[in-house]
């Protein structure tokens, strides 16, 4: 079956600390991978994506990820949290070729001042 | 980046009634809409597929009686959650896709559905 997992449920970090939340998922072939953030009562929003090229993505707000394809592995890094990116994270993947999207348990993070 | 709106953003009903919860995208054509279902501290669970024009596609498990979906134009998906009982409480959100090479999706704001 299709699976996305994220091995951090809850993450608690103080402010300039280095975050890295990890995300694999099971299948192989195509995948187009994304990272969502829900900020406290707000909606999903894109972080970053990756469809293809450079491995290394950049998104919004100092975040990057990392597509490492013979681990399956999708992971989203900043190298100083702000206490403003307490939010939840969710990793989602995209099956080349099915348009649906699968998204991952979550990943709540809060940041202490 | 494309808007998507839900409404309405809350509602409480009585056990037995019938809720509708409206998805549009406001600046663009969506011929897919998702709608998900997330309980608390949950991921999102992908309930159906709505397809402008065309009956829904929906996921193993879920009662396409029970959830009824309609996507008559390139803007507005409906979900109605019928004769709604207290487990159907959740939070309903819905998206839309505007590629579907890529499987980028926009969320709406979603719905907190409270049943009595």
């Known amino acids: 079956a299709q699976s996305v997992s994220q091995h951090n449920h809850h993450v608690i970090l103080s402010e300039a600390a280095s975050l890295e939340l990890g995300c694999n998922y099971s299948?192989?072939?195509?995948?187009?991978l994304f990272w969502y953030v829900q900020y406290p009562g707000q909606h999903l929003q894109l972080l970053l994506k990756?469809?293809?090229?450079?491995?290394l993505v950049k998104g919004i707000k100092g975040f990057e990820a990392e597509f490492i394809k013979s681990k399956f592995s999708f992971n989203l890094r900043k190298p100083s949290v702000q206490w403003s990116d307490t939010a939840e994270y969710f990793c989602?993947?995209?099956?080349?070729?099915?348009?649906?999207?699968?998204f991952g348990a979550g990943t709540r993070l809060a940041v202490h001042p | 980046g494309a808007v998507v709106s839900q409404h309405p953003s809350r509602v409480i009903c009585k056990s037995g009634t019938s809720v509708k919860i409206e998805c549009r995208s406001l600046?663009?054509?969506?011929?897919?809409m998702f709608w998900y279902r997330q309980f608390p501290k949950q991921s999102l669970m992908l309930m159906a597929t709505?397809?402008?024009?065309?009956?829904?596609?929906?996921e193993q498990g879920v009662e396409k009686d029970k959830f009824l979906i309609n996507h008559a134009s390139l803007t507005l998906s409906t979900l109605t959650v019928t004769s709604a009982h207290p487990e159907d409480s959740s939070f309903y959100i819905c998206?839309?896709?505007?590629?579907?090479?890529?499987?980028?999706?926009?969320f709406g704001e979603g719905s907190r559905l409270t049943v009595l």
């Open positions: 998206s839309a896709q505007i590629h579907r090479e890529t499987g980028e999706l926009f």
């Open positions: 299948y192989g072939g195509t995948v187009n």
């Open positions: 990756y469809f293809s090229g450079d491995p």
């Open positions: 989602a993947v995209n099956r080349g070729g099915y348009n649906k999207l699968i």
């Open positions: 600046d663009f054509q969506a011929t897919t």
């Open positions: 709505s397809n402008e024009g065309s009956k829904a596609t929906y």
